[in-house]
């Protein structure tokens, strides 16, 4: 069961503070990926709902609200399992009053609503090193790359604003890769697994957190 004071509630996932008036204060923590966030500032303008369920509390945002979640659709940043059902119940009650009182839509928001994590300008994969500079994404793929991930050219450059989409996937299960991956305006319908792809880097275990920040960053700079 988790600990809650007034307006917090605590998780193995982290604790969510409300402070009554419009802003949620996340400190994560549980994982490697959510101990790497620290602390977010959540507006009430981002959120379309909050649900409590028997597994716990559960933020729901508005689409286009944050882009880490934007780029990862797995891993549930929002879920907040163990909660003190009745404090949880007090908050999901408190912030539905106020996105009445605010008339917050349940659209997509038109801007980012939160911010992403801060991101180096490079990242290194299994398979390839990512960087950003001068306006342009590059790929600079390593000798275990083979020749159809390097058909595009070796460094391969896309002009930021050629970039229409960003993915990130962790490493789920024995002997899976995660990757991030980028959608350009030249971007077949059917394209090679992020292994063959030349616009896709497969990530190391043990940077996810940062190529996760990678792509999250990434995604603001085409989509300000």
Do not use: C, N
């Not at 949880?88 to 996105?99: N, P, T, V, Y």
């Not at 992403?116 to 000798?143: C, M, N, W």
């Not at 497969?202 to 190529?211: C, F, K, M, S």
């Amino acid at each position: 069961m988790g600990r809650v004071t007034g307006g917090e509630v605590t998780s193995t996932y982290g604790t969510v503070v409300w402070d009554g008036i419009g802003t949620l204060r996340i400190r994560y923590g549980g994982t490697l990926i959510r101990t790497r966030l620290g602390e977010r500032i959540v507006p009430i303008e981002a959120l379309r709902a909050v649900e409590v369920t028997d597994a716990g509390l559960r933020l729901l945002l508005r689409d286009g609200a944050d882009p880490l979640q934007s780029v990862t659709q797995p891993i549930e940043l929002y879920d907040f399992p163990g909660v003190d059902h009745d404090a949880a119940e007090g908050i999901a009650r408190d912030i539905g009053q106020a996105l009445v009182r605010r008339d917050v839509p349940e659209t997509a928001a038109t801007a980012w609503l939160v911010a992403p994590p801060p991101a180096p300008d490079r990242i290194e994969g299994r398979d390839a090193t990512l960087a950003v500079a001068s306006g342009q994404l590059t790929f600079k793929y390593h000798r275990s790359a083979g020749r159809k991930k390097k058909a595009l050219g070796d460094p391969w450059s896309v002009p930021l604003g050629d970039i229409v989409d960003v993915e990130w996937a962790p490493a789920v299960g024995l002997g899976a890769r995660g990757f991030l991956r980028i959608t350009t305006t030249a971007t077949p319908d059917v394209r090679p697994k992020p292994k063959h792809d030349p616009a896709a880097m497969l990530t190391r275990r043990a940077t996810e957190a940062d190529a996760l920040f990678f792509a999250a960053r990434l995604l603001t700079r085409i989509r300000p």
